[in-house]
C-alpha cells in the first residue's frame, strides 16, 4: 500500500476504536445513573456485543456521502474485509457470515445482587434467543400463550447465573441472508450462501473451522442437514400461524 492507502486504512481502524469508545463512554453514563437511583445492585445488566466485525463496503447513496471525512457525520466508511478479517481472528468470516466469525460474540451478565461468583466464565453456548426465556423466569412472568405468540425458541439460563453447566436443548439454528448452520452440541454444520456446500465441524476440537469433517463423517453431516431442514420448515409455519 502507499501512503496514502496506509493513512486511510489507519484511519479507518482509529474511527472503529472511537466508536468502542464511545459505547463505553455511554454504558458508563447507565452505569452511574443506576447508582445515583440507587438501583444498581439490583439491575440485571447483559452486555452483547455486535455478531462480528462488518466487512461490508456502507458506500451507500442514501447514508454516505462521497468524499466525507473518515469518522464524519455523512461518512459510512469503516473496516470492511481486512481490517474485519483481523477484528474477528482467529475465527472465519465476517458479520451477516453464520461461521463463528459471523456469530460468535462476547457476552458479559452483571447483577451484584442474585450472582455471587465474581469474575467467573460460563461453558455452554448461549445465545439471544435465550434471553426473553430467562428475564422472564428471573422476574416471575410466566411467558404469553402459544395461542398469542410463536412458543419462543431460546432456553434459559438463569440456572448458569449460579454455577457452570450445560444447557440442554435440541440444537441452536442460524438462517441469514442465505448463510445456513446448525449446531447440536460441539457438532456445527454450516454453509456460506444458500447454494454453498454444507461443512461440519467439531467445535470442542476446532473452534476456528478449519478442518471440515463433512467427508469423513456423511452420516453425522446428513443427520443435521435433516435436522435444518425440520427447523426451518417449523419457523416458517409458526411465523405465518393465524393466533388469536
Keep these: ?110 447483577w451484584p445482587r442474585g450472582i455471587t461468583e465474581k469474575n467467573a466464565l460460563r461453558s455452554a453456548p448461549v445465545h439471544l434467543i435465550d434471553l426473553p426465556p430467562t428475564i422472564l423466569e428471573l422476574a416471575a412472568v410466566k411467558p404469553p400463550s402459544e395461542s398469542l405468540a410463536p412458543p419462543m425458541p431460546g432456553k434459559s439460563f438463569a440456572s448458569l447465573l449460579a454455577k457452570d453447566g450445560d444447557l440442554p436443548r435440541e440444537c441452536l439454528w442460524w438462517s441469514h441472508q442465505g448463510n445456513r448452520a446448525l449446531r447440536v452440541g460441539d457438532w456445527k454444520l454450516v454453509a456460506k450462501g444458500e447454494k454453498g456446500p454444507w461443512e461440519l465441524y467439531n467445535l470442542a476440537r476446532d473452534r476456528s473451522e478449519c478442518h471440515d469433517l463433512a467427508t469423513e463423517h456423511p452420516a453425522k453431516a446428513k443427520e443435521l442437514m435433516a435436522l435444518w431442514e425440520t427447523q426451518w420448515a417449523q419457523f416458517r409455519k409458526d411465523a405465518v400461524a393465524d393466533r388469536k
Design 1 to 110: 500500500l502507499d501512503a496514502a492507502a496506509k493513512a486511510e486504512w489507519a484511519g479507518r481502524m482509529e474511527v472503529h476504536a472511537a466508536m468502542i469508545d464511545r459505547m463505553d463512554q455511554e454504558i458508563g453514563r447507565i452505569i452511574s445513573q443506576l447508582k445515583a437511583m440507587n438501583a444498581f445492585e439490583d439491575t440485571l445488566i447483559v452486555f452483547v456485543s455486535d455478531n462480528g466485525a462488518s466487512h461490508e463496503a456502507l458506500n451507500r447513496g442514501d447514508k454516505h456521502t462521497p468524499g466525507a471525512a473518515l469518522g464524519a457525520f455523512d461518512s459510512f466508511k469503516c473496516l470492511e474485509t481486512g481490517w474485519a478479517n483481523v477484528a474477528n481472528a482467529p475465527f472465519r468470516f465476517t458479520k451477516m457470515h453464520v461461521h463463528e466469525g459471523g456469530i460468535s460474540t462476547p457476552w458479559i451478565v452483571h
